[in-house]
């Protein structure tokens, strides 16, 4: 029973090409969001959604954006890839704001050549 | 600022007792979460702490102390499988997300 489940597994696009990472989720869960996490370092929250309410983090480059289209999807659109961002993307959910826990998908790892 | 700050490697053997801290600097502090986190793996949630004290899951314990900015992670007659990445992650008040610590990676030997 996949519960967050994120598409592709590995992805390798080169530099400056544009990519999209996607995630859905089957457990109905109100907020949504999108972790960087590069080797041996903490996962980086680049966004999250409260519902369709979009917050982004104050350090997170112009380069990454992210649509939901609906309570099920969520997609990370890296408009220009660079080496520097080479790394492991998470989706994440949880039921509500203010719920500590967070339930991960598996991750895309997203090769830069 | 926000600031977590915790051990960056632990080691232990099979049987023992671990306890890894975590202390933070930040405002709007909700309450103190643990994640787990294999090698390749995606972090899955192991416990949560609004208030002080100790929450008991199994062989984990997490406990709080606010008023010292202090928490901890208690892992218990520890297994080879336990050998993993252990994340302490603030909940920021009314703000739905949360702060990771940079981790701190346990080795259990036999």
């Known amino acids: 029973d996949a519960m967050v489940i994120q598409n592709p597994r590995y992805q390798v696009t080169q530099f400056g090409k544009p990519v999209t990472l996607s995630c859905s989720q089957t457990?109905?869960?109100?907020?949504m969001y999108w972790y960087q996490q590069k080797s041996s370092q903490a996962p980086k929250l680049l966004f999250h959604y409260y519902d369709k309410d979009f917050n982004n983090e104050a350090d997170t480059p112009d380069n990454f954006q992210s649509r939901r289209p609906n309570t099920s999807f969520c997609f990370l659109d890296i408009r220009s890839p660079g080496l520097g961002d080479a790394a492991m993307y998470l989706c994440a959910t949880s039921r509500d704001r203010g719920q500590a826990e967070q339930y991960f998908g598996p991750g895309t790892r997203l090769t830069v050549t | 600022g926000q600031s977590l700050e915790q051990p960056s490697e632990v080691t232990a053997v099979e049987g023992a007792i671990v306890q890894i801290n975590c202390t933070y600097q930040t405002s709007g502090f909700y309450g103190l979460s643990w994640y787990q986190q294999h090698d390749g793996g995606a972090p899955t949630f192991l416990s949560y702490?609004?208030?002080?004290g100790l929450e008991e899951t199994g062989r984990f314990s997490s406990f709080l102390s606010r008023s010292d900015s202090y928490g901890y992670l208690l892992l218990q007659e520890l297994q080879m499988k336990d050998s993993a990445s252990y994340f302490c992650a603030v909940l920021h008040t009314n703000a739905g997300k949360s702060t990771f610590g940079d981790g701190t990676t346990l080795t259990v030997k036999p």
């Open positions: 457990l109905n869960h109100n907020v």
């Open positions: 702490n609004a208030l002080d």
